[in-house]
């Protein structure tokens, strides 16, 4: 009977620390989770769920990746120049360089974009 007892905690406490667990990875990730949802509700491919860094979010495919960065040459100063590996340059005027990171998130099927600056720098 004590071993049962025992074993009941066991498994309540495992319980309990996966779960606590669980939520601290998702309270993490809340701003992501928050960003797949409006992707979902909106016509727009991507979505902008950090202000500093600037980061965007798309699904994993080149049409959501080709609106985005259509958007960030129509909206601001810079253009893109080149690209090598998961990295995108971009130049203003000034010559001055913006990188824009690229990074595969939620099992694939998201790209999240982290710029080093922000793209609303206005010359």
């Avoid at 905690?9 to 701003?31: M, Q, Y």
């Avoid at 949802?37 to 950090?50: E, G, H, S, T, Y």
Wanted: aromatic residues 12%.
């Amino acid at each position: 009977m004590k071993k049962e007892a025992n074993k009941s905690k066991n498994v309540g406490t495992i319980a309990f620390l996966t779960t606590a667990l669980a939520g601290r990875v998702l309270w993490a990730k809340r701003g992501l989770l928050k960003g797949i949802v409006r992707l979902k509700c909106q016509k727009k491919k991507f979505v902008k769920i950090k202000e500093k860094p600037a980061t965007f979010l798309t699904k994993a495919d080149e049409n959501s990746k080709e609106e985005l960065f259509c958007y960030l040459t129509e909206n601001s100063a810079w253009r893109l120049v080149d690209h090598i590996a998961n990295g995108y340059f971009w130049l203003n005027e000034r010559e001055e360089v913006l990188l824009l990171t690229q990074n595969t998130v939620m099992m694939k099927k998201y790209w999240s974009w982290q710029a080093s600056r922000s793209f609303e720098d206005k010359l």
